[in-house]
T-cell receptor, first 114, second 112 residues
Framework: DSGVTQTPKHLITATGQRVTLRCSPRSGDLSVYWYQQSLDQGLQFLIQ???????AKGNILERFSAQQFPDLHSELNLSSLELGDSALYFCASSGTSGGINEQFFGPGTRLTVL | QQPVQSPQAVILREGEDAVINCSSS?????VHWYRQKHGEAPVFLMI?????EQKGHEKISASFNEKKQQSSLYLTASQLSYSGTYFC?????????????FGSGTQLTVLP
């Protein structure tokens, strides 16, 4: 158990809908990262927050947005969903920003868009 | 830019050794190694920093050639539990955020 929690574990929805994925980092970690992993693919970095502020952006679609709240939990919002958005979405946390510490991954949210 | 991992897949017998390589075309600040079992979250194995510092599990060894921007993960006396997909993640030197870009993975299968 990494100490990172994600909810929900599974999400099934229809095209055009909007969903919110939630992540709580390990106690004390200030950085939260969101990754997308499509079937049998690698991890695609989406976005990073550090202590409430956006720190880095990767290949995140305009239909997707995220935020980190004062209690450090983070939410990833996916809107106007398409079939291709079906994937595992992982959240990870680390104590710092800057690639010098390990990232601890949550169990992921499996999103299925029908 | 995504780092390149090799080989894409490897099959071993228990007790055999394996090396997984990761290379980048950009100057790297750090290389991270993770193992992921099917349907599970990636698990941290090792981080290698520019300048020689390493952090990771005792039973895992790795190297980082800063001149060549290459890293190798060494799995010795493999066990069945080593099976999974190994990903390297690289953070480039420029910029303060240094987010990780992951390679496409190396699928390792250890047979009894």
């Amino acid at each position: 158990d990494s100490g990172v929690t994600q909810t929900p574990k599974h999400l099934i929805t229809a095209t055009g809908q909007r969903v919110t994925l939630r992540c709580s980092p390990r106690s004390g970690d200030l950085s939260v990262y969101w990754y997308q992993q499509s079937l049998d693919q690698g991890l695609q970095f989406l976005i990073q927050y550090y202590n409430g502020e956006e720190r880095a952006k990767g290949n995140i679609l305009e239909r997707f947005s995220a935020q980190q709240f004062p209690d450090l939990h983070s939410e990833l919002n996916l809107s106007s969903l398409e079939l291709g958005d079906s994937a595992l979405y992982f959240c990870a946390s680390s104590g710092t920003s800057g690639g010098i510490n390990e990232q601890f991954f949550g169990p992921g949210t499996r999103l299925t868009v029908l | 830019q995504q780092p390149v991992q090799s080989p894409q897949a490897v099959i071993l017998r228990e007790g055999e050794d394996a090396v997984i390589n990761c290379s980048s075309s950009k100057a790297l600040y750090s290389v991270h190694w993770y193992r992921q079992k099917h349907g599970e979250a990636p698990v941290f194995l090792m981080i290698l920093l520019k300048g020689g510092e390493q952090k990771g599990h005792e039973k895992i060894s790795a190297s980082f050639n800063e001149k060549k921007q290459q890293s190798s993960l060494y799995l010795t006396a493999s066990q069945l539990s080593y099976s999974g997909t190994y990903f390297c993640g690289t953070a480039i030197s420029s910029g303060s955020a240094r987010q990780l870009t992951f390679g496409s993975g190396t699928q390792l299968t250890v047979l009894p």
